[in-house]
């Protein structure tokens, strides 16, 4: 897919969230998470990478595309670079994905997977950057906040 759109640098007033995939339940519920932490928030449905490559491009900046892809697809449609150049990152999801990160070597897949089940915590903590004045760790928490793109939660 071309990439004709020209790229604003200025950060968007209202944050763009675009999620992909087909499964209705997932779409809901991030959007539904994404909405409880930033009201203001602008959420993009589409029920695959394909039908939401036009919003994606026509963005001057995102703020998280949450999409049900694997790399074969990232790779074709220099996904990960669109994205990137409208300040934007990309979070995995789905069969594909998973799959994939499972079978490459620890820290070495490129992208980060919202591994299922997932809760509303793994969620927010891709909208947590993004937030003006993220809170700081206090007293004997040094470490950050946020988990490892890549650590799967099993409750």
Not at 32 to 49: K, W
């Amino acid at each position: 897919m071309q990439d004709d759109v020209p790229v604003n640098t200025t950060a968007a007033e209202t944050p763009i969230y675009i999620i992909a995939t087909q499964d209705h339940l997932t779409t809901c519920d991030i959007s539904d998470t994404i909405h409880e932490c930033e009201t203001n928030a602008e959420v993009l449905c589409h029920p695959s990478i394909d039908a939401a490559m036009p919003d994606i491009c026509k963005s001057n900046t995102l703020a998280v595309v949450f999409a049900e892809v694997g790399s074969a697809q990232i790779d074709q449609l220099k996904l990960d670079e669109i994205i990137a150049a409208r300040s934007g990152t990309l979070v995995l999801m789905g069969t594909r994905a998973e799959a994939e990160l499972e079978l490459a070597d620890i820290g070495t897949y490129p992208w980060p997977v919202l591994f299922r089940p997932f809760s509303a915590s793994m969620i927010k903590s891709w909208l947590t950057p993004r937030r003006k004045g993220a809170r700081k760790p206090a007293g004997n928490n040094s470490q950050a906040e946020t988990l490892s793109p890549h650590l799967r939660i099993v409750d």
